[in-house]
């Protein structure tokens, strides 16, 4: 099966420090790949490659090859607002602009000239559904986003990154602000979205990592220590100093 990224020799340098060493990952389509190791070790950092958001930091030097859909999408030339079009994000705190609802969903969807407001009802109506939040909202969608609760929020924030038609959807920590019950909901929806979706989420959670995920990387230092099926990583690690973070031993 093509992998949707192919990262090979990956490094990224923060001036003199070099936060990501010789990454080689494929990741595929249509599966859940989550992202595991201490503090620090680079899972943020990683994931920011994926979507380019690293252009954004002054001090980011990013080398090597990241392979999108067969693409080399790490070189000047390429597109990189299709990219983030394609390569939606959702963060750790839920981060809704300050605006109603509706505006927060129809915000990517306007930029990109769209006016017709019967179009941007139906994209509304159809993320906000996506993104299981739809019920709790239909009768406000005209109030301000900063009354709903964290919960929500995040799921808003995961209906504007939705409206886009993205292909991928990038998660890093989405849940670690939330209430058990809130995160449940998360992670049934990730279970719902990953159908259509390709899904990469940066946790903290163990047991999140092993309920939702089909591959899971762990990172250390910098560096990927090993990548496997999820079931193999927590059952099988090939590797000590995986199977000592995964079981609490440090991290
Ligand atoms: N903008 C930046 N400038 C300089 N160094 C940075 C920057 N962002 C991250 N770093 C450093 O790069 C390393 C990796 O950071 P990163 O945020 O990717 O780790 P992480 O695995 O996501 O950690 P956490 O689990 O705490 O979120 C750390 O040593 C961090 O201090
Ligand atoms: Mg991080």
Known sequence: MDPL????????????????KSIDMDIPKNQVT?????????????????????????????????????????????????????????????????????DNVAYGPRQQGLKDK????EIVEKSLKQAALFDEVSDRLPNSAMGLSGGQQQRLCIA???AMEPD??????????LDPIATQKIEDLINVLK???????????????????????????????????????FKAPQLKQTEDYITGRFG
């Open 118 to 121: 019967e179009k941007l009802n």
């Open 168 to 177: 991928v959807i990038l998660m890093d920590e989405p849940t670690s602000a």
């Open 195 to 233: 159908e259509h979706y390709t899904i990469i989420i940066v946790t903290h959670s163990m047991q999140q990592a092993a309920r939702i995920s089909d591959y899971t990387a762990f990172f250390y230092m910098g560096e990927l220590r090993e990548i496997g099926e999820t079931d193999q990583i």
């Open 5 to 20: 990224f192919k990262i090979r020799n990956l490094n990224l340098y923060y001036g003199d420090f070099q936060a990501l």
């Open 34 to 102: 989550a992202l595991i190791g201490p503090s620090g070790c680079g899972k943020s950092t990683f994931i920011r490659c994926l979507n380019r958001m690293n252009d954004l930091i002054d001090s980011a030097r990013v080398e090597g090859s990241i392979e999108y859909v067969g693409e080399e999408a790490n070189g000047p030339d390429y597109n990189v607002i299709e990219l983030r079009k394609k390569v939606g994000m959702v963060f750790q705190n839920p981060n809704p602009f300050p605006m109603s609802i509706y």
């Open 160 to 162: 504007r990154a939705l």
